[in-house]
């Protein structure tokens, strides 16, 4: 499975963004797809995963700002952010998981600055 990502850039404080992230290969029902986000100097942070069947879990700095949802149909998954902070700049990088394994895109970076 490869994973391509796109949709980073920089943007102002109170701005928005999407994020998309399409797999390619062999996909099997069942999988999960989401993003992380690695900031300088800073560990590799879950932000938002969906399940196949729908169902997210997102980070709690990112509740009610960011939004993740998916493609089925084209096995792609989306980050809509919204109301970005500074403190939300980083790496993004998306994750494919499925059958016990995982895959990661390449990451996007994201710069919230004025």
């Known amino acids: 499975v490869q994973l391509q990502a796109s949709g980073g850039g920089l943007v102002q404080p109170g701005g928005s963004l999407r994020l998309s992230c399409a797999a390619l290969g062999s996909i099997f029902s069942g999988n999960i797809m989401g993003w992380y986000r690695q900031a300088p100097g800073k560990q590799r942070e879950l932000v938002a995963i969906q399940l196949s069947n729908g169902a997210t879990n997102y980070a709690d700095f990112v509740k009610g700002r960011f939004t993740i949802s998916r493609d089925n149909a084209k096995n792609t998954v989306y980050l809509q952010m919204n109301s970005l902070k500074p403190e939300d700049t980083a790496v993004y990088y998306c994750?494919?998981?499925?059958?016990?394994?995982?895959?990661w895109g390449q990451g996007t970076l994201v710069t919230v600055s004025s």
């Open positions: 994750k494919f998981m499925q059958r016990g394994l995982d895959y």
